[in-house]
């Protein structure tokens, strides 16, 4: 890191001190955010308290003339689609905390138009950007409200899942989520984007790094609880009988391709098992990886680089990573 940055960051961090409810902290273990528990310190790690923080950290940056383009900037939800280097982040990782993670009614919309009073509506929900996503299904489930059944089991955060467009069994943010609040890093300016405006596809949306989700509203409809219930329990049993669970790693690694699954492709090229330094394949599900005690974050991406390769030789396909490396890692030895 340039002294430059290094000191435009105590400038950022010495910023915060008053009036900040929030976290700064200088020198992060930033492992310890992230279900892979790899990778180095973050040189500012910072936590808003509420929105107020989130408008006075994008000052401060802009004061310390710090943005995406000179510095690496990271938001943060809980590090369930991420692999920091080992090298760490030598920037800023803002983590919406516990301050941002609330559940409300947010009122209701006809799903007709035109539709009698008492017909069907759709009831919107709004939580802040750090709810996780089970917390979120089950508070929906818990009053009959269905299209968020398939999130009850993925480990990731509403800002996260948003910014992810996270999705499972053939249903995505995109089918529920009704807009965004978007605070812009760059622009100082907080914006609720609706869904259209954020583009959201396959894993992936127009967010960037300087583009901090701070809360979403989702459409729900109205359902059976009993089978909301039934649907959720019956997710949760499917994932506790074919991945290997929440800890040390990042759920898929690859996007699936058009028409077949990563998965499948990784296994039938003979990869299940295969292992770099302390991180393999796992064997209940060949697109998960886990690390095992004294793995290097830097052995996840080799990892993934040989498989990759490996399966373009053995089936012409290339696939593409879904998982998020952050940071410096070295490229693989020829
Ligand atoms: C066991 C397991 C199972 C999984 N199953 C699934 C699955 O079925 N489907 C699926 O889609 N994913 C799955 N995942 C991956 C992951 O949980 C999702 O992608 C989740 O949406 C990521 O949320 P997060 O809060 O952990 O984001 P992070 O991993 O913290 O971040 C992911 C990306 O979002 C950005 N980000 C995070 N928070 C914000 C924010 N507030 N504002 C702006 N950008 C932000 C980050 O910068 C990063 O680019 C799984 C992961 C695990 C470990």
């Not at 499917?238 to 990042?250: K, V």
Request: net charge negative; proline share 5%; glycine share 12%.
């Amino acid at each position: 890191m340039s002294r430059a940055i290094a000191t435009a960051l105590d400038e950022v961090a010495a910023a915060l001190g008053e009036g900040f409810r929030g976290v700064a902290e200088r020198d992060y273990p930033v492992a310890t955010s992230t279900t892979y528990r790899l990778g180095g310190r973050a040189a500012l790690y910072v936590e808003p308290g509420g929105p107020d923080d989130v408008a006075r950290l994008g000052r401060a940056l802009r004061e310390a003339g710090i943005d995406s383009a000179t510095t690496p900037i990271l938001p943060l939800g809980r590090g369930s689609n991420l692999v920091v280097s080992d090298h760490g982040l030598p920037g800023v990782v803002i983590r919406m905390g516990a301050a941002a993670s609330w559940i409300e009614p947010a009122g209701r919309a006809l799903l007709d138009e035109g539709a009698a009073p008492g017909a069907a509506a759709e009831e919107w929900v709004r939580a802040g950007a750090a709810t996780s996503l089970p917390q979120l299904a089950n508070w929906s489930a818990r009053r009959g409200l269905t299209g968020l059944e398939w999130a009850v089991a993925i480990p990731g955060s509403v800002g996260g899942a948003v910014r992810m467009n996270a999705g499972a069994y053939g249903s995505e943010m995109s089918d529920v989520l009704i807009s965004a609040s978007v605070f812009d890093l760059c622009s100082l300016e907080l914006e609720d984007k609706d869904r259209t405006a954020l583009e959201l596809r396959y894993r992936t949306s127009i967010l960037t790094e300087r583009h901090l989700v701070v809360a979403a509203t989702f459409g729900l409809g109205p359902g059976d609880r009993r089978a909301i219930r039934a649907q959720m329990n019956s997710h949760r049993r499917h994932r506790a009988d074919t991945q290997p669970g929440g800890a040390n790693n990042a759920g898929s690694v690859f996007k699936n391709p058009p028409g077949d699954s990563a998965g499948r492709l990784v296994e039938s090229s003979g990869l299940k098992g295969r292992r770099v330094g302390g991180v393999r394949v796992s064997d209940l599900h060949a697109n998960f990886f886990v690390a095992e005690p004294g793995a290097h974050a830097q052995d996840v991406y080799d990892l993934v680089h040989m498989v990759r390769a490996v399966v373009y030789e053995r089936t012409g396909i290339d696939l593409e990573p879904e998982i998020r490396f952050v940071g410096r890692f070295s490229e693989a030895a020829e």
